[in-house]
């Protein structure tokens, strides 16, 4: 069974950093595509990093772009996003996801998700 167990999060100043853990169960991050996705409250969830298996592609949304950062461990089948320079803006509950076929950083690609953690970035 896919599983996938987030950990991290929290509440942080503007300017702070954090780092999300996604560990991976059941199943090997390497054959999927990845995604971070988020969702504040009254948006939709949006994607803000994702990885195309097919071509090992990444893509950053524009306002996470430099700031934040996707990293994995295939040892620990363990995939992390660190979140630096935080905004207000980022505050959200986040959530990594893996797709079969995830070609477009879009949530109705992704087959399996975590449980979400809640970031809170203060003013």
């Known amino acids: 069974e896919v599983h996938l167990e987030q950990s991290g999060g929290g509440l942080v100043q503007a300017g702070g950093s954090l780092r999300l853990s996604c560990a991976g169960s059941?199943?090997?991050?390497?054959?999927?595509?990845i995604g971070w996705f988020r969702q504040a409250p009254g948006k939709e969830r949006e994607g803000v990093f994702c990885?195309?298996?097919?071509?090992?592609?990444?893509y950053y949304d524009d306002s996470v772009r430099g700031r934040f950062t996707f990293a994995s461990d295939s040892a620990k089948n363990t995939v992390y996003l660190t979140m630096n320079s935080l905004k207000p803006e980022d505050t959200a509950v986040y959530y990594c996801?893996?797709?079969?076929?995830?070609?477009?950083?879009?949530?109705?690609?992704?087959?399996?998700w975590g449980q979400g953690t809640q970031v809170t970035v203060s003013s």
């Open positions: 996801a893996v797709g079969v076929v995830a070609d477009i950083c879009l949530k109705e690609w992704y087959d399996y």
């Open positions: 059941g199943f090997n991050f390497d054959d999927y595509g």
């Open positions: 990885l195309n298996r097919d071509d090992n592609s990444t």
